[in-house]
Structures are given as C-alpha cells and as structure tokens.
C-alpha cells in the first residue's frame, strides 16, 4: 500500500477553519483474495474481543498493536506473533505496512482516532458510540467521504441475516398490523466505581498524556483508570452511549428502516444514585424521543431493585431490548433473538440470529473492494445511531425539574407508558435513599436536524454540549462536507 504520511497532509492542507478541500481518494483496494494488513488501537478487553473475530476472516493479518498502556499490548502481543508494536497511534498511522485500523479505544478518542486514520489513507473499522459528541460525529462521517474510504461502526446487529427478516415480518407482511409505538429497555446492574479522597495516580504502564488526547487532565477520583471511564462525562457517554447504542440502532434499523436520521424532540430525566460512587452519568435514565413517526421511549437501570441485591427491576419485554407495540400484537427484539406475539399474548413467531458475527467479515470484504456501499454499518447510519444516544444524554444533562416531560408525552399519545416507566425508575431511585427531588426532569428540547442544534427555549445551554473542548494538540478540526459518499 502507498504510504500517506499524517503529518506531512497536515503540514500542507490545513485551512483557517478547518481542513482544505482537497479530496483523498484510497490508494489501494485489494483483491479478493489478497491479505489485508490491519492494526489494533486500542488493546483493552473490546480490542482483544474484536482481534479474536477478526482473525477468523481469511487473509487477514493483525500486523499492529497500539495502546498507551503497553501492559495491554505486551498481553495481547502474545498472541499475535510478529505484530509491530506502539504507544503512540501516530506512529502506526504512518506505517506503510498497515492497510486498516479497528479502533477500540475509550469513547472520547474514536472520532479524532479514526479521523487521524482516514487521513493517513487507512480504512477504518470502529468501535460504537461513534461519537463522544455530536460535533466530532459529523466531522468523522466528512472524513470518510471527503477520502474516500471505507469506515465502518462496530453496532455488529447490522450483519445479523436475522434483522432483513424482522424488516419483512413488519414491514412487508405487517403480520400485527400498523406499528404505534416503540419501548427501549437496558437493565443490567453494575457495580459503583468508588469515590476516592485523593486522585488516582495513573498506573506507570499508561502514558497518560496519550489515554488523555482530546479529554481534559481532569483528578481521576474513581478506583480504577481502565473500563470506569465509561461513567464520567470526560471520556465516557453512560450506559446510554454504551449498550443504548446497540438497542437504538436495532430500532433505527428494523423500525424505522433508518428514515429516521435524528429525533425532532427529546425529553429525559433520571440521576446517578448509590453509596460511594463518584460517577457521573445517570445510572437511572428515561428519555422521550419524538421522532415524527413512532414515539420512542427508553428506560436505563444500572442499580439493583433492592439495595445490596443483584437482580435488575422487572421489564416489559426483553431486559436489554426493544418492543414494538403494534395494533395486532408486540414485537420483542433483542440480540440475536426475537420474538412476535399477537394481541392477546400468545406467542407466534420466534426469530434466531448470530447476534452479527459476520460483521468483521463485511468490513474486510468492502476493504478489498474499496467500496463503502458495501458496508453493514456505514459510518452515517453509525453517527446518526449515536447522535439518538447522545441527544438523549444531552436532555438529561439540561434536565432540572419541569412538567414539560408529561405534555411531550400525552401529546404523543405515550403518557401511561411515560408515567409508569418514571414511577418505576423513581421507585429504584427511592430505594438507594434519593429524595424525590434528586431525580431530575426536563426541559423538552428541540432539535434541527438542518442546522444541527438545537432551537426555541433552552436551546443555549444544550448546544454547549453538542461540542466539547479539546486538549490542545487533540483537536477535533472540521472536515468540510463532500456533496456525495465515497463507493
């Protein structure tokens, strides 16, 4: 593969406000047979996870491991003999041996990690949610499209054969009738993080300024550097950005047969509750999202019904999945199953998936073909996933306590389902010893899919969160928009 060097583009290409318009068309495409050489950024549990399904696709070699904390490449080095080893990403980007990256790093590093890479000429394979902001989502999909290469999401569902068959049950059969609504549920609990009264020092193995990038040096006042970032609003997106993305997506795609770019309207609400826990992100969190279509209701518990227990609250439906609420029947969707029940309850059809395990494949297989129309999971339909995601997490962080949540939802004809949900999570809430006033509640946002913000009131506040503020030399820089997609 011709070599394109990061910095050298930089040096020559960089506009006022942003990046040239210069177009990057891919160097190389490989046959359908010939080996493709990819690198590891990111060698957590999820990038060692991601390894041992990529290296089930014929003629694909792992020829690089990159992370910060070479405790984690010097593991999964081990077993991937004569991969190139490195801390630092750039480094990897300029190697000429290298046709794709897989990002797997933590939340705030996929955009300006796959940007970097897309840059460099390299095809990209990364890790959801795309964006840890609505901003940096945009400017990856722009990147893909102003270079020309094949970037793929890992919301693996996408590659279930099983997804084309609920959109033809729905659908075209329309075997329970005209859809009415749909409801959104991930339960699952998990453990707090600790609350420290002296900051974590980072383990002597990560280069701390490189685990940063784009994030701010921010007191690390958790237990443990590693996974936990995922609770903090600096590098992590909650259970919303995390598993959320997975059960929207699915809905985006089965439901909505991706019509639905960004919701018009959202509303949240929820909070972060438990003893010795410095996290920030709700691990109680309802969201309403007006779609112009189908209202969307969402429902995240991360805490036990009963305190010191283990067991989630009760769901309707699947505890991390979707149903669709149809005027013949329900429709319960989850990864890699399924099932549809008519209006009286009984069950009448089951669906079975593999849950995507050909995901990685079709990345490989656009790779050689050079041709992103190829693709499963697009990097748009991945950002726009996402942005569902992020809006919702935006809702809350603007929520203070407002009645505007009831009329949003009698207005979309949802208040029973809106009502019992809330009355549920509060419950929960209640019993980890919050007050009624602790979980929080609106406004209703309105947001423009045209412009990108939001409008009307409340819209000021909410707009800070659609961008956040790099660390100087991890920016984010804007990638002018190409009029049509690569391949």
Not at 5 to 24: D, E, I, M, P, Q
Not at 459 to 483: H, M, Q, S, Y
Request: hydrophobic share 40%; proline share 5%; glycine share 12%.
């Amino acid at each position: 593969m011709a070599s394109f060097n990061r910095r050298n583009f930089l040096g020559g290409a960089l506009a006022v406000g942003g990046l040239a318009a210069v177009s990057v068309r891919p160097t190389w495409a490989a046959g359908a047979n010939e080996q493709v050489n990819i690198g590891l950024i990111g060698c957590g549990g999820r990038g060692a996870e991601l390894l041992r399904s990529f290296r089930k696709v014929p003629g694909l070699k792992v020829a690089a491991l990159c992370d910060p904390d070479e405790q984690h490449v010097d593991a999964l080095a081990k077993e991937y003999d004569g991969a190139a080893k490195y801390r630092d990403l750039r480094k990897l980007l300029d190697s000429k041996d290298i046709d794709a990256v897989v990002i797997a790093t933590p939340n705030h590093w996929h955009c300006l990690a796959a940007i970097w890479a897309l840059e460099a000429g390299k095809h990209v394979y990364v890790e959801k949610p795309l964006g840890h902001m609505n901003w940096d989502g945009r400017q990856v999909v722009n990147a893909a499209n102003r270079y020309g290469l094949v970037c793929q999401v890992g919301t693996q569902q996408r590659s279930d054969p099983m997804q084309a068959e609920i959109k033809q049950f729905l659908h075209e059969d329309k075997t329970l009738g005209a859809i009415e609504k749909v409801r959104v549920n991930r339960f699952g609990v998990r453990g707090p993080i600790g609350k420290r009264d002296t900051a974590l020092a980072p383990p002597a193995s990560v280069d701390y300024n490189l685990w940063l990038g784009p994030a701010q040096d921010e007191p690390l006042m958790r237990n443990a550097l590693h996974y936990d970032w995922h609770w903090m609003w600096n590098t992590g997106s909650g259970e919303m950005g995390n598993w959320g993305v997975h059960i929207l997506d699915d809905v985006r795609n089965n439901v909505f047969q991706d019509s639905v770019a960004f919701p018009r309207r959202v509303v949240a609400g929820g909070g972060r509750f438990g003893e010795g826990d410095c996290g920030e992100t709700p691990n109680l969190h309802c969201a309403l999202l007006d779609t112009g279509k189908y209202p969307v209701i969402v429902a995240v518990c991360n805490l036990p019904e009963k305190v010191g227990g283990k067991a989630s609250p009760p769901s309707p439906g699947p505890g991390s999945g979707y149903i669709v609420y149809c005027e013949g029947g329900r429709f319960e969707g989850q990864r890699g199953q399924a099932k549809a029940f008519d209006v009286d309850g009984k069950e009448i059809r089951k669906f079975k998936g593999d849950s995507g395990a050909g995901h990685q494949q079709n990345f490989v297989d656009a790779v050689r073909s050079g041709k992103s129309s190829a693709l499963n999971a697009p990097v748009k339909m991945g950002h726009e996933s996402t942005e569902w995601c992020n809006l919702a997490n935006v809702a809350y962080r603007a929520a203070s306590n407002s009645s505007s949540a009831r009329q949003l939802a009698q207005e979309l004809h949802v208040i029973e389902d809106a009502l019992v949900m809330v009355e549920q999570l509060k419950g929960v809430a209640r019993e980890h010893g919050a007050a009624e006033s602790d979980f929080r509640a609106g406004p209703v946002l309105t947001f423009d899919a045209a412009t990108q913000q939001f409008t009307g009131n409340d819209a000021a506040a909410a707009n800070k969160l659609l961008r956040r503020e790099d660390r100087a030399g991890f920016e984010v820089r804007e990638i002018e928009p190409t009029a049509t997609a690569a391949g």
